[in-house]
């Protein structure tokens, strides 16, 4: 695809990122209109069941390995960790059978009981993080954020999930980039009873789902989705937060043109004076030129933090599946 080996994912996540063609019946057609966001949101996944993080000696011979998901011990099933905190503190057998799917396969672990105990800290059923909320579809009653997969950073896969939801999300702090070194974001949850939206998909260009219409007051006036014929290399915006929750624009140049890509440079002095570079937190960033809906930043350059790519809103837009 043509990506740099020294790009990096401009993600909290810290994860990789694939991307990959496919077709689908939702490519946006000249004319569509989306509307850009740029909002600072927190990601909040509940895991299908429970994941270990670490590597952990449960018996003299046998480990779990990170990525395993605890079926049951010893008999009996596990589908969050108060069910295992709630088994384990009534469990008298010095033996705990412990059954396990391991990339797929079924495997059975006898374990101590007191290793077993000593499992909590790592294991986990549920994936955070933060990102960039990209656009709303007011038609389709939908979002799109991030423009790359959440990949977990413990599990180093997609992680299996049956509900989440995205939060609007208040920058508190910059870690500023520096060449080498990515800088980030540090925010939190605005309220986390209220909901910006469902995460129905996690594709390889983005994140999907239902809009909450009650969450109205973010909202901007939709633009049309830009053709990546159109781009031309030049002037163009990203909007992004980094201050509170007030999402700003700020200036860039395209600097070069692929198919299924463009590179650009930071070119605004507030933004670099403020954050060094494009930061993680920043994936999902609208890029906009000449009034039209360009696509999103997913990559910096680590080694030259000024310097990115982004996906065609287009392109984002296919990984949108009914």
């Known amino acids: 695809m043509g990506w740099s080996k020294r790009l990096m994912l401009s993600a909290s996540f810290a994860t990789l990122i694939f991307f990959?063609?496919?077709?689908?019946?939702?490519?946006?057609?000249?004319?569509e209109r989306v509307i850009p966001m740029g909002h600072s949101i927190g990601i909040q996944m509940d895991l299908s069941g429970i994941?270990?993080?670490?590597?952990?000696?449960?018996?003299?011979e046998q480990w779990l390995k990170a990525g395993d998901s605890i079926?049951?011990?010893n008999g009996r099933d596990i589908i969050s960790l108060s069910d295992f905190e709630k088994i384990m503190a009534k469990e008298k057998k010095e033996k705990?059978?412990?059954?396990?799917?391991?990339?797929?396969?079924?495997?059975?672990?006898?374990?101590?009981r007191d290793a077993v105990k000593r499992l909590l800290p790592f294991l986990k059923d549920r994936t955070e993080g933060t990102g960039t909320l990209t656009y709303v579809d007011p038609n389709r009653?939908?979002?799109?954020?991030?423009?790359?997969?959440?990949?977990?950073?413990?599990?180093?896969?997609?992680?299996?999930?049956?509900?989440g939801a995205i939060y609007l999300s208040e920058i508190e702090q910059i870690k500023k980039s520096t060449p080498g070194t990515p800088g980030y974001k540090i925010s939190s949850i605005v309220d986390d009873e209220q909901y910006l939206g469902t995460i129905?998909?996690?594709?390889?260009?983005?994140?999907?789902?239902?809009?909450?219409?009650?969450?109205?007051?973010?909202?901007?006036?939709?633009?049309?989705i830009m053709q990546p014929t159109e781009l031309q290399a030049g002037a163009a915006e990203i909007f992004t937060t980094v201050k509170g929750t007030q999402v700003e624009k700020f200036s860039i140049r395209i600097t070069d043109i692929e198919e299924e890509q463009f590179h650009f440079i930071?070119?605004?002095?507030?933004?670099?004076e403020t954050t060094g570079g494009i930061l993680q937190g920043m994936s999902g960033s609208p890029v906009i030129q000449?009034?039209?809906?360009v696509g999103a930043v997913t990559h910096m350059f680590v080694d030259e933090p000024k310097k990115g790519a982004g996906l065609f809103l287009v392109t984002m837009r296919d990984g949108e599946r009914r």
């Open 20 to 31: 990959l063609p496919f077709q689908n019946d939702i490519s946006a057609s000249s004319g």
């Open 266 to 272: 930071l070119t605004d002095a507030k933004l670099l």
């Open 96 to 112: 705990i059978h412990m059954n396990i799917s391991r990339k797929g396969a079924s495997v059975e672990v006898l374990a101590e």
């Open 51 to 60: 994941f270990v993080t670490n590597d952990v000696l449960v018996n003299n």
């Open 141 to 163: 009653g939908t979002y799109g954020a991030l423009g790359h997969q959440i990949v977990d950073s413990s599990l180093k896969s997609p992680p299996p999930f049956k509900h």
């Open 71 to 73: 079926i049951r011990l």
């Open 290 to 293: 000449n009034g039209k809906f």
């Open 200 to 224: 129905r998909t996690n594709g390889i260009y983005g994140i999907f789902g239902a809009w909450n219409d009650a969450y109205k007051k973010v909202l901007a006036e939709p633009l049309e």
